[in-house]
């Protein structure tokens, strides 16, 4: 069983940042693409940034691309999503996911409990 827990979120101001953290539990973390996504009521999931087993691939969502980082620490199990330069259209709730695929399209088989980030005007 892997199990995903989600920390960081909260009130920023726009133009603050936030670095969300991503506790991964069970075997076989390593091997997984990591991604984070984002909701707002009445909105899709989407896809902010995902990142490969080892990390040398990462992808984007373009309206985040130069602003957010996404990294990932294999030895400890964690996944990180740094937020910079937070707009209020960032207020969102983020989840951490992991998927067993090939590819950050892949269909995502765990999940975490997501955590809320505001971003005030």
């Known amino acids: 069983q892997v199990q995903l827990v989600e920390s960081g979120g909260g009130l920023v101001q726009a133009g603050g940042s936030l670095r969300l953290s991503c506790a991964v539990s069970?075997?076989?973390?390593?091997?997984?693409?990591m991604g984070w996504f984002r909701q707002t009521p009445g909105k899709e999931r989407e896809l902010v940034a995902a990142?490969?087993?080892?990390?040398?691939?990462?992808y984007y969502t373009h309206s985040v691309k130069g602003r957010f980082t996404i990294s990932r620490d294999n030895a400890k199990n964690t996944v990180y999503l740094q937020m910079n330069s937070l707009k209020p259209e960032d207020t969102a709730v983020y989840y951490c996911?992991?998927?067993?695929?090939?590819?950050?399209?892949?269909?995502?088989?765990?999940w975490g409990q997501g955590t809320q980030v505001t971003v005030s005007s």
């Open positions: 069970g075997r076989a973390f390593s091997s997984y693409y």
């Open positions: 996911a992991a998927t067993s695929g090939s590819s950050y399209v892949s269909q995502y088989d765990y």
């Open positions: 990142i490969s087993w080892n990390g040398p691939i990462t």
